[in-house]
């Protein structure tokens, strides 16, 4: 399938691109402000989006990130796609790039708005309800409502590192395509969240995948290098640049289910295996011990699988998650999918 014939454009790009009732001229760049409302001490929050517009038709690519204030790798990787330029003399269509949607949760060092709720499960959002919703308004409203598909980067959570990873919708197969050709070391199939931004923009049928990479408040460089590389294999797959695609990880594996192994006991927690790595069933993958030299459990992996997240706490509670493993997955070479 050709990037060509992959998407209808619903925008007409011989117009100006109009964004928050800003009109985007073709063959500028610009930066949008949003108002997405004040904090308590008067200072006005804006969300801050760029406009590419080549002024030719063809896809409009939403490029979004920082819905979770500390999932800083999702807001570098998009920060460093514009410092480097790679959405500048697109040879069609537009990018409109957004590298900090939930400017609150930013400066709070927090996942959530200032009030506790989450964005990523406010959507559809309404124009009068929390903050969370508010925002997750604009994006429905202002952005998905202009866009032909949209990629979601987001990064894993307090102290869960995620291996980096595509998630989409397996009922969507333009959302698998992009999955396949953004070239990140896993795929993983996931249903729809409810209220996600996934799943508002699925209602819109915009497809959409979601990167993950890394773990919160933590640059992560191998992340933020295959989100990077990432952008630029779907850029080029829609035609929007001609540069060739990057290299693709050399071992990709498509996960159709995954479960967490939690921890037996409270301790302090050695792991053994790390995220990307192959284990088998029964397998010695970590150690938890007590303080006081007395005990001491191996973590046993219960299913043979490929590890795409693990927790890098170094003390945790008994049934706190320890490792993601993908247990059903097939590996993926030169683009056609094998089982093994
Ligand atoms: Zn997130």
Known sequence: MSGKFFITPKTDLKKDLILDDVAVKGGTHQIVRINAGKLPSDNRINVLAHVYNSGIPGPVLLILAGVHGDEINGIEIVRRAIENKYFENLKKGAVIAIPLLNVYGFINFSRDMADGKDVNRSFPGHLNGSLASRIARIVTLKLLKITDLAIDFHTGGSERYNFPQVRYNHADTKSEKIAEVFGAPILLENSLIPNSFRKAAFDQKVPAVVFEGGESVRLDSFSIETGLKGIHNVMEFLELKDEEISSKAQSRYLVQKSTWLRSNMAGMFLW??????????????????????????????????IIIGHNNASVVNLGDPLFHIGSQYKVINTGTIEKI
């Open 272 to 305: 053994l295996k790390s995220s990307g790595q192959v284990v088998k069933k029964n397998e010695i993958i970590g150690v938890i011990n007590d303080p006081y030299g007395t005990k001491s459990v191996d973590v046993v992996s219960k299913t043979e699988g």
